[in-house]
């Protein structure tokens, strides 16, 4: 070699080893956070039983707390999208509450322990509008909003992409990495929801759209759920950021499963005569609660 500083360029085989120990490291430092979090949660389950209940989903911490977890989680956080490329087949009234569960879903995730790196896609036309009127502040948010479809944005991870709807044929918790190793979900992976809603009238058309477009899909595993459950298994799209959020927080899907699904869709509940789709969770309203009482932004 001429220059001595320069560095030759490495074989195909010490690239590929080189690869290979990037990979393993990832996979490392994924577990190390996953072990983190678990003992955090141990030590805060210790730290309850010690203290007695604390009210609601994380409302003791600071917002300084809660900013650094939402900045973190844009950093490093698994992505969870919710598509509203369906807007067009609501009606005005289905538009406004979606636009609730929106807002919903933003404050969720910003009380979480565990919050996802949330993104907002195809909000555009009369949702959009809609939607500036209801969340004016919006773009103080600490997420991504994109008129653009979840397709363009994450156009170069399609492989990452996995659609959740109540049709597919695979549950989320038995979900699988290229190394055969069994996960909910993995940072790699860009989860989304549908942000519809039709009171089910347009049946499977988040799996059609999906299947259509070579995506992976998978459902949330109800199936755990303690009781028989009674009529259709299709939660209304904040539920389902809600139990992706409880599962995030306690990694059990039991846990998830039970405290978010409605209890009146269960067989056993007295009220028979109200079940309706739209509905939201005990998070989400001890979320709204809180939020009706501060006047912070973002
Ligand atoms: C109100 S549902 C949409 C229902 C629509 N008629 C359909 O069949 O796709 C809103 C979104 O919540 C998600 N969802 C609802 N129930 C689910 C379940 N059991 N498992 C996984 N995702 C679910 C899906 O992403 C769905 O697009």
């Known amino acids: 070699m001429d220059n001595p500083l320069e560095v030759e360029p490495l074989s195909k085989n010490a690239l590929k080893r080189q690869r290979k120990l990037e990979k393993l ?26 203290e007695g209940p ?3 989903p994380s409302l003791n911490s600071t917002k300084k707390e809660r900013k ?13 999208v919710i598509d509203l490329s369906l807007a067009h087949l609501m009606t005005p009234k289905e538009v406004a509450s979606l ?4 807002t ?31 969340s004016p502040d919006h773009e103080k948010w600490l997420m991504e909003i994109h008129e653009k479809s979840f397709l363009e944005v994450f156009s170069s991870e399609k492989e990452s992409i996995v659609y ?20 909910a979900f993995s940072k790699d992976m860009v989860l989304v929801i549908g942000g519809l809603i039709d009171r089910n009238r347009h049946k499977n ?32 799209t ?24 409605p209890k009146r869709k269960l067989v056993a509940h007295p009220n028979e005569a109200e079940v309706m789709e739209e509905t939201i969770g005990p998070i989400a309203e001890a979320c709204m609660s809180v939020e009706e009482h501060t006047t912070e932004s973002q």
């Open 164 to 183: 959740l709807t109540a049709d597919a044929e695979d549950d989320l918790g038995d979900m699988t990495t290229a190394d055969n190793e069994s996960v």
């Open 104 to 134: 919903i879903i933003y404050v969720e995730n910003k009380r979480s322990e565990a919050p996802f790196h949330l993104y907002f896609t195809s909000l555009s036309g009369a949702l959009k509008e809609t939607f500036n009127q209801f």
């Open 25 to 50: 490291e990832k996979k490392r430092a994924e577990r190390k956070l996953t072990r983190k979090r678990k003992n955090q949660l141990k030590k805060e389950k210790q730290r309850l039983k010690r």
């Open 68 to 80: 650094q977890r939402l900045q973190q989680a844009r950093e490093h956080g698994v992505r969870l």
């Open 99 to 102: 636009c609730r569960q929106l």
């Open 205 to 236: 058309i988040c799996y059609k759209e999906a299947c259509k477009n070579g995506l992976k899909t998978a459902r949330l595993p109800l199936h755990l759920l303690e009781a028989k459950c009674r009529g259709s298994q299709v939660l209304t």
């Open 238 to 261: 904040n539920q389902c950021a809600e139990m992706l959020l409880q599962y995030n927080v306690s990694l059990d899907w039991r846990v998830a499963v039970q405290s978010v699904f």
């Open 54 to 56: 604390q009210p609601g």
